[in-house]
């Protein structure tokens, strides 16, 4: 039986945005992967981000989310650099 | 014509004048009005402007859950209106209002003091100041979701750490 890949979308702001050099991104990953896989992925694609990677957070479909939540095809992952509203 | 919603952001000039009139209740006898504005200094120097950006849909939601708090917390509570700007603002423009409308002065004090610690904690909303040197910085506030919704409003400094973009 083979692995159907899935693809997510990924979302960049603020710090992140410029970190990774681009607004938007998509990924194709194998199976059901968790959260911390896509970040990894994407985190080895742009090395830039990895200095944020102790205060960044994650949404999934507009909920935070938790390293280890499951992803599947066709969500949208927020990469959430520290809030600065008001 | 102005939004009906509770809670939202919005490019354009807040008017203090209709966010207190859309909180206005004959049964209210306090209005409590917060406005944050757009400060001419920072730690980081002489600010210009500050750009405000936001992850629009998730933001939204997470003002109206922050009104909906407020609700649940002080249910005396008669109006309740929450709104951010987004852009880029010069010194002195409004960048958030928060006003609630109640029975009595207390709990309105309370409510908007709380919506406002929420919305700082919890809302993805990012900002970067232009400085007077012509450099620009992100504002590093704090980690979402490390805040007040479904708990106890937590006290902060208004003291924010800064991260100088490489030129």
Known sequence: ?86 | MPSRKAARLTREVIDPAEIVRSVGEAGAGAVALFLGTVRDNSEAGRVLRIEYEAYEPMAEKRLAEAERDVRRRWPATTGVKIMHRLGSLGVGEVSVAVAVSSPHRAEAFEACRHAIETIKHEVPIWKREKLGDGSEVWVEGVSVGAGALGRGAGQRSGATKRNRLPS
Not at chain 1, 20 to 37: C, Q, Y
Not at chain 1, 67 to 84: H, K, S
Request: aromatic share 6%; net charge negative.
């Open chain 1, 1 to 86: 039986m083979r692995v159907v890949p899935i693809r997510v979308k990924v979302l960049y702001f603020g710090q992140a945005r410029e970190a990774a050099g681009r607004a938007e991104e998509d990924f194709s990953l194998p199976g059901a992967p968790s959260v911390l896989t896509l970040v990894s992925r994407s985190m080895k694609a742009h090395q830039e981000l990895r200095r944020m990677s102790s205060v960044m957070r994650f949404a999934v479909n507009e909920e935070i989310a938790g390293d280890d939540d499951r992803l599947a095809d066709g969500d949208v992952v927020a990469f959430l650099p520290p809030v600065a509203g008001g």
